[in-house]
T-cell receptor, first 112, second 112 residues
Framework: EAAVTQSPRSKVAVTGGKVTLSCHQT?????MYWYRQDTGHGLRLIHY???????EKGDIPDGYKASRPSQENFSLILELASLSQTAVYFC???????????FGAGTRLSVL | SQWGEENLQALSIQEGEDVTMNCSYK?????VHWYRQDSGRGPALIIL?????REKRSGRLRATLDTSSQSSSLSITAAQCEDTAVYFC????????????FGTGTRLQVLP
């Protein structure tokens, strides 16, 4: 079973503060993704990566940075957190293109 | 609005009934993923159907894909209470982009 671990599981941040969400996978997967989910809505792609030290923009990258320092780790960084970034964030990995995504349990972020 | 930004659609059925959820996508896709999300958890793949397949079955699940109309459907036969969840379709344009984009999703409630 593919394992994707997100930390923290929940976080409260202040407006204007810096937030880092972490994702770790032990599956030796090449691809990793960050999605956000607002209550009662679907998932929207923020950033993704298919190799260490390289990231790609998704559909809603504004206000977010991503970092892939190794194959196993993929971080999402909010340099200046805003109220509108309150959401649940999901990380996912997969072995290659056109294949299933394996999701973590999510990080619930509240920006106050 | 972006695909997936709208509110989740809601369906409520009785146990034992059949149900079909539809997904219309806007751009070319080489594969349609169907995911199930239980409350408080990340999505998990239930069926993946590729562009050269018209139908895919897995137990009580049946997915169809019509590339000419850019639509896919997920059917559950004889739904059970444990099928209560949110169901999403997701598409990806090609193996070169590696982007997996999620649709709006349907919140299915199966009543005893």
């Amino acid at each position: 079973e593919a394992a994707v671990t997100q930390s923290p599981r929940s976080k409260v941040a202040v407006t204007g503060g810096k937030v880092t969400l972490s994702c770790h996978q032990t599956n030796n997967h090449d691809y990793m993704y960050w999605y956000r989910q607002d209550t009662g809505h679907g998932l929207r792609l923020i950033h993704y990566s298919y190799v260490a030290d390289s990231t790609e923009k998704g559909d809603i990258p504004d206000g977010y940075k991503a970092s892939r320092p190794s194959q196993e780790n993929f971080s999402l960084i909010l340099e200046l957190a805003s109220l509108s970034q309150t959401a649940v964030y999901f990380c996912a990995s997969r072995p290659g293109g056109l294949w299933t995504l394996y999701f973590g349990a999510g990080t619930r972020l509240s920006v106050l | 609005s972006q695909w997936g930004e709208e509110n989740l659609q809601a369906l409520s059925i009785q146990e034992g009934e059949d149900v079909t959820m539809n997904c219309s996508y806007k751009t070319y896709t080489t594969v349609v993923h169907w995911y199930r999300q239980d409350s408080g958890r990340g999505p998990a793949l239930i069926i993946l159907i590729r562009s050269n397949e018209r139908e895919k079955r897995s137990g009580r699940l049946r997915a169809t894909l019509d590339t000419s109309s850019q639509s896919s459907s997920l059917s559950i036969t004889a739904a059970q209470c444990e099928d209560t969840a949110v169901y999403f379709c997701a598409t990806e344009g090609s193996s070169n982009t590696n982007k997996v984009v999620f649709g709006t999703g349907t919140r299915l409630q199966v009543l005893p």
